[in-house]
């Protein structure tokens, strides 16, 4: 990519992706409501049982395309 138009182009993926992660969450949000009145019953995940179950295959997946190694590195460095 040409340098002059380099600094310009990420600062537009940069806008569109803060854009689309403010819209996603006002969907999920929206439909968390819609579920809600329709009379489910929403819970929150425990979120550290979940990940020591999934461990496993994600180990599996890592092990089968280790490729995928440095993308879910980046995942699981994300996660609080």
Same mark, same amino acid.
């Given at each position: 990519? %040409? !340098? @002059?138009?380099?600094? $310009? /182009?990420? %600062? &537009?993926a940069r806008k569109a992706a803060a854009d689309t992660r403010t819209h996603g969450l006002e #969907? =999920? @949000?929206e439909a968390l409501k819609n579920l809600a009145d329709k $009379?489910? +019953?929403i819970v929150e995940c425990d979120k550290d049982a979940f990940r020591k179950r999934v461990l496993p295959q994600t %180990?599996? /997946? *890592? @092990?089968a395309? !280790? =490729?995928a190694k440095p993308v879910v %590195? #980046? *995942?699981r460095a +994300?996660? &609080?």
């Open positions: 990519m %040409d !340098p @002059k138009l380099r600094e $310009g /182009f990420l %600062d &537009a #969907m =999920e @949000k $009379g489910v +019953t %180990d599996n /997946f *890592i @092990k395309r !280790p =490729e %590195d #980046m *995942i +994300t996660q &609080a």
